[in-house]
Structures are given as structure tokens and as C-alpha cells.
């Protein structure tokens, strides 16, 4: 039974179509540019637009399982041909923002928001991941850090529990290859309640140098941010940082919960990535 792994060229996709080939499943990979993937051997590959649904067929023809990135354009149709072609399940990646109030207006929830209640309306088994913070997403001080700059923040001690990318793949995969998690909406989180004061702390270390924190104020953090992402964006994340400084973030299901195997954590994100912070 072959899976479609959609967004196969993000961190995620790329790693449960590892995941799949090595435990010998049949997987095609699908992207907007097939060309440009990078797959092991024996992986099919498909052109897959989420807003052009004449892409849809080919790329579904004989597929049983879907991993889906939520993209609300064209899911109406996805569905359809998914159903026509006689898929069985699909796996969204989706967030733990679905869950806030608030979240059918949020820019940042809602997007998932209406890609999983188009799936709940399809009638087809679907299981939902819905992903908190990313490890990752520390990325994006990498250029300051990389430069000597410092990292300006409004919300310093805002407090999240990131996950590593790599786990969000092996629940993945196994929501894909296996009956425990079928039908099921799973809150995912990394195993460790963290500022990011002590995100940055634990990239100092492991850099082996000093990385200053500046405190600004919410108007110059969204100044700021809103040069890189749109303003109802910002002002979303922002609010979110805002309120999350009360206290730990809780740890919801991890690897360990799930699989019976320890959540990988933020040092070892940052070890492993390491190189992207050195400004070279």
C-alpha cells in the first residue's frame, strides 16, 4: 500500500519518507517541484500543488495512507479525489493552536483549523499531530547569534516545551505503520518546559561562547518582526509569547508517552545544528 508523504522536501517529510523506505513501505514523495526532491532510492515522486487540484489524480493514483501538510487551499477537492481513489487514512501534521481560543480568527490556528475540520467532515480515518513549537524554530536567531548580534526579545521568559523535528517523524511514521494512533488528535511537545532565556543559554553552551538577551518593548518586537511575516501574524505570536510567560509550559504527548522512548531534547537539537549558528 503505497503512502503519499506531501511537503516531501520540508525537515519533517523528508525524515518520515526515510522512516517508511527503510521499514520497506511503499512511499511517494510529492512537492510543487518533484525536481528538486532528493529521495532514497525506490521512492516514487509526484507533482503535488495543494491549490491546483489537476495535480491531485496522478499523485493519488494507488495510494492508501496521506502524511497531509496543512494547506486549507484545495482540501475541499483533495478529499474528493483522496476518497475517489480509495485512501484509507491520513495523518495531518497540523498544531496545538486549534486549540486556543480565539483560534478560528487566529492566522496562525486557523489554517490548521480548517484543514482538520474538512477532513473530520470527509468521513475518511484521520489522525491528527498537532505539533507545538518546533526545536527548529530557533533558527531564526541564527543569523544574529551567527554575527555576535544579540537576540532582542519582548517576551524573553515566555516559556514553551520544543519539540525536535526528528520526534514529530517517528510519531509520524508510526501513526502511519501502525493501529494505536489511528483516528486519534494527539497535542505533541518536546519533554522540557523552556524560556527562551534558557533556549539561548543552552545555544551558548553548546557554542561555547556568550549570547546577550535584550529585552525590548512589544511595539519594537513587532517593528521588528513585521519586516520578515505579516502584521496579523505577529501580532498573534506575540500575544501568545505574552501570555506564555505565567509559568512552565505544559508537556503534553512525547515520544516517550507514545512510543516508550525518550523525547530528544533541546541540547540535542542544538548540538546536532550547531554549524548553523557559527555565521559561516
Not at 172 to 194: D, F, H, N, P, W
Not at 236 to 247: E, I, K
Amino acid at each position: 500500500m503505497t503512502v503519499l508523504i506531501t511537503g516531501a522536501r520540508g525537515k519533517v517529510g523528508r525524515a518520515v519518507t526515510s522512516r517508511l523506505r527503510a521499514a520497506g513501505r511503499p512511499v511517494r514523495a510529492a512537492s510543487a517541484d518533484p525536481a528538486r526532491l532528493t529521495v532514497p532510492a525506490g521512492v516514487e515522486v509526484a507533482e503535488l500543488v495543494l491549490d491546483r487540484p489537476e495535480t491531485f489524480p496522478a499523485a493519488l493514483d494507488g495510494v492508501r495512507e496521506v502524511f497531509l501538510y496543512p494547506e486549507p487551499g484545495g482540501i475541499d477537492a483533495f478529499v474528493e479525489t483522496a476518497r475517489a481513489a480509495g485512501v484509507e487514512h491520513i495523518v495531518l501534521l497540523s498544531s496545538s493552536s486549534v486549540l486556543a481560543p480565539g483560534a478560528e480568527t487566529d492566522p496562525l490556528a486557523s489554517h490548521s483549523l480548517r484543514v482538520e475540520r474538512a477532513l473530520a467532515a470527509s468521513g475518511l480515518p484521520c489522525t491528527f499531530l498537532r505539533a507545538d513549537a518546533f526545536a527548529s524554530n530557533a533558527l531564526g536567531w541564527s543569523h544574529p547569534i551567527g554575527q555576535g548580534q544579540p537576540i532582542r526579545l519582548a517576551y524573553p521568559d515566555a516559556h514553551i516545551a520544543p519539540i525536535h523535528p526528528e520526534d514529530i517523524a517517528d510519531i509520524a511514521a508510526e501513526a502511519l505503520t501502525g493501529a494505536a494512533l489511528k483516528g486519534r488528535a494527539v497535542t505533541l511537545t518536546g519533554g522540557q518546559s523552556l524560556t527562551f532565556r534558557e533556549q539561548l543559554a543552552v545555544l551558548a553552551g553548546v557554542l561555547d561562547r556568550d549570547i546577550t538577551v535584550e529585552t525590548i518593548t512589544h511595539a519594537e518586537a513587532e517593528q521588528q518582526m513585521s519586516r520578515f511575516m505579516p502584521a496579523p501574524m505577529v501580532r498573534s505570536l506575540l500575544a501568545l509569547w505574552a501570555a506564555a510567560c505565567a509559568g512552565p509550559a505544559p508537556i503534553a504527548e512525547t515520544t516517550h508517552t507514545l512510543l516508550g522512548r525518550p523525547a530528544r531534547t533541546f541540547h540535542q537539537w542544538a548540538t546536532e545544528n550547531a554549524a548553523a549558528f557559527t555565521g559561516r
